[in-house]
């Protein structure tokens, strides 16, 4: 950074990075004095045009947070967790470390990494290498998610979780079959379509149709779908914000989405009104495909998803005669069950209609970074060993999260001891939480990298600051599939580190020194650091960003150019000529363990039952919130003001609870206590209780502790899960409420 006169006032182009919020609106901030003052969309990014929702007007709230945690921090008591007074604060006040020095102990970052290293070589000495595992939330940028996953890599292990396992890895099982390659996500030509069929997703809260897709002007992309003749259509249990603007809403009973599919799939078919000419030259296994479908009756998919025989029937009709529709999903089919099986149906929807790799369809952009490969070349040495519990596969770069606390509370000599956590906060986003606080007592090891003590920091034996993305220069190569076009842009280090915050590329550096392994997991990368080292010359991140950007303009390049480098446009039909990675090169309608698995899946619908006769949803979000992460912001927080229970006015008045009561939840895994509100935007059966709350932890964030919220997690189970992936159920999950 180049230094300015004191009380000159510095403008930067960066990005939204309030959690980890897909859009990246394009934003300008101010820096005056080294601190970070003011924030405004920038009109000129080349993506998000101005836009900027309310998380991105708080940047500077965020930014300074004094609740940050900015020294390494050591427990010094043996117990873990449990709530505190909530006047804790590790980033201000004299010795830094919280008024309690019987309980947390600032530490040095030497000593802190001597002693982590020390603590996991005896671990993998005494019990192998499956005892350690990692872990990266959804706030770690791709260098963090680098540098978990390759960490855990090198020790030998193949407990590399991540948030993926929990909301997303359906689409990589899908992918991996029918495409041949996981990373191969298609996301909707929004702006060109004509029909556009929402599953599960309401973008105008979430900026996106699909999850990780950059698309943040998304009401103006359906607008145009609709000032075209178009039509959009929500399928949700909510009236969502989405379904408000919407041509129409179809209040499904949660949980059932994939006989809703499966039910117009089989119209389609019957109807001979797919594509024929597209299935013929570019799918295979469409017979097989056929004859699965007939497993379902349009009368029992009725049935089951209390939608009337003659709207599925012109669902099915508009979408396939529509010319270019696509049919998309997110957390709210995504975290439901059968959530594969679902998608699966999802996407022989768009194949069989011809609406694959078309304007209006959905697409694969093979972005600024070709990440399949990149990622091959980054996990050629790890160990890729399914689950020991449920023997799922990685998807993503790891197991599944939710096997997590059974794994490390079972008598296994190879149970999982330690866990390092990146940006993530497990205690409040795993199902199970009575299981989960249980787990993580027991580690022998836990370590958290974040820019605060979490809630899942404070059952830690180390907490490490992590810098924010404003204290250090970076660029998301990850998700560069995800940009709406072949696109990539530099976020730029605006201010300094605070306190002695770090970033993960240092942290995880002097980490694989202490543990004796290979930095990056590559033996060498590993020797070139430590040769460097020794001459007195620092390694940084910089050296990753050089070799990604080899033959594409190079570093420099990228730093001079706020807003991004365009550096292509979609070329339609590449990915159906050479980009699939099936043996055959054409897309697979049939995967056999998904036809073997339907029978199953049409037998077993997950409907109420006389106990149970209430169905319960977590998925719904709000503007102010990104899963946990803004929870600590004041005025976002006055916005949310924790979380509740909502229910139809006809269910309220059926179980004799007034607006504001309190109820219990009770499901088959456990029960909470928490108020009562009432809407007409959901259907009658089904409870809407927000996720990600429950701040009673002692954890640093006294804003988000004022107004805890409950966790509904205690009622979710972290053992029906789904069999291909072992991703949870969060959506449609059998309930009942009893008033108190």
């Keep these: 950074m180049k230094p300015v006169s004191p009380g000159a006032t510095r403008t930067f182009r960066t990005t939204c990075k309030v959690g980890a919020c897909e859009p990246f609106c394009g934003l300008e901030v101010d820096v005056e004095a080294g601190v970070l003052v003011g924030v405004r969309p920038d009109r000129a990014h080349p993506v998000t045009s101005g ?3 309310i998380k991105g007007m708080q940047v500077p709230a965020y930014q300074n947070d004094p609740d940050r945690l900015l020294f390494p921090e050591r427990r010094v008591r043996p117990d ?8 804790e604060c590790t980033g201000t006040g004299a010795g830094a470390a919280g008024d309690d020095p019987a309980r947390w102990e600032r530490i040095g970052w030497d000593q802190a990494a001597a002693e982590i290293g020390t603590r996991l070589r005896a671990i993998r000495a005494r019990h192998g290498a499956r005892a350690i595992a990692t872990y990266w939330g959804n706030a770690a940028d791709s260098v963090a998610i680098t540098l978990a996953n390759t960490f855990c890599h090198s020790l030998g292990s193949p407990n590399s979780f991540n948030v993926l396992s929990l909301e997303y890895t359906d689409r990589g099982a899908v992918a991996q079959r029918m495409l041949g390659n996981e990373n191969l996500i298609l996301q909707p030509d929004v702006a060109r379509a004509r029909y556009a069929l929402l599953i599960g997703t309401n973008p105008l809260v979430t900026q996106g149709v699909t999850l990780l897709q950059r698309r943040p002007r998304i009401a103006a992309d359906l607008k145009a779908i609709q000032h075209a003749g178009g039509k959009v259509v929500v399928v949700d249990p909510r009236r969502t914000e989405t379904a408000r603007i919407a041509d129409q809403h179809v209040a499904i009973r949660p949980g059932t989405d994939v006989f809703l599919l499966l039910a117009m799939l089989r119209r389609i078919v019957e109807t001979r009104l797919y594509d024929r000419s597209f299935v013929e030259r570019r799918c295979r296994g469409f017979d097989e495909l056929a004859a699965a479908l007939r497993a379902l009756t349009p009368e029992r998919a009725a049935e089951i998803t209390t939608i009337a025989p003659a709207t599925i029937q012109t669902m ?3 979408f396939a005669g529509a010319g270019a529709a696509f049919a998309t999903t997110r957390v709210g089919v995504q975290t439901g069950w059968n959530t594969t099986v679902t998608e699966w149906a999802v996407q022989c929807l768009n194949a069989i209609t011809g609406n694959v790799d078309r304007p209006g369809g959905v697409y694969f952009n093979p972005g600024a970074i070709d990440v399949p490969a990149l990622i091959e070349s980054f996990t050629k040495r790890r160990n890729q060993a399914p689950s020991r519990i449920g023997g799922y596969p990685q998807i993503f770069g790891g197991p599944p999260a939710s096997v997590f606390a059974e794994d490390v509370l079972s008598d296994d000599p190879e149970r999982i001891r330690a866990l390092v956590v990146v940006a993530g906060n497990p205690v409040l986003t795993f199902p199970n939480t009575a299981r989960v606080e249980a787990a993580l007592r027991r580690l022998e090891l836990l370590v958290c990298i974040d820019i605060y003590r979490s809630d899942t920091g404070a059952f830690a034996h180390y907490n490490l600051p992590a810098a924010t993305a404003y204290e250090k220069g970076s660029f998301h190569f990850l998700t560069s599939t995800f940009e709406p076009y072949p696109y990539m842009e530099w976020k730029p280090k605006v201010v300094e580190a605070r306190g002695q915050a770090r970033s993960e590329w240092k942290i995880f550096k002097d980490l694989a020194r202490a543990t004796a392994v290979p930095f990056l997991n590559d033996p060498i990368v590993d020797a070139v650091v430590r040769v460097l080292g020794w001459a007195g010359i620092e390694v940084t ?4 960003f050089r070799y990604l950007l080899l033959g594409k303009g190079g570093l420099a390049r990228l730093r001079r150019s706020p807003g991004g480098v365009k550096t292509g446009e979609i070329e339609w039909g590449r990915l159906l000529e050479r980009g699939l990675k099936t043996h055959d090169g054409r897309i697979a309608l049939a995967p056999p363990d998904f036809i073997a698995a339907l029978s199953e899946v ?4 997950p409907l109420p039952d006389a106990a149970f006769p209430l169905l319960l949803v977590s998925g719904a979000r709000r503007a102010g919130g990104y899963n946990t992460w803004t929870h600590n912001l004041p005025e976002l ?14 269910d309220a008045a ?13 499901t088959a895994s456990g029960e909470i206590i928490i108020e009562l509100r009432t809407s007409a935007d959901v259907r009658e059966g089904v409870v809407a209780v927000q996720q990600f709350w429950g701040h009673h932890y002692d954890s640093s964030t006294r804003t988000s502790r004022s107004r805890p919220g409950v966790n509904v997690n205690l009622v979710h189970d972290d053992r029906g899960l789904d069999r291909f992936t072992g991703m949870p159920v969060f959506n449609g999950r059998p309930c009942r409420i009893e008033p108190i």
Excluded at 80 to 87: K, Y
């Design 51 to 53: 836009y900027a929702c």
């Design 80 to 87: 873990s967790g449990g709530a505190g007074t909530g006047d």
């Design 316 to 318: 099915a009709d508009e």
């Design 541 to 544: 991140e910089g050296l990753l």
């Design 602 to 605: 049409v037998a077993s619908p």
């Design 637 to 650: 927080m006055k916005m949310l003001d924790g979380n509740w229970a909502t229910v139809n006015p006809r």
């Design 654 to 666: 059926r179980l004799g609870i007034g607006e504001g009561d309190a109820a219990r939840i009770v």
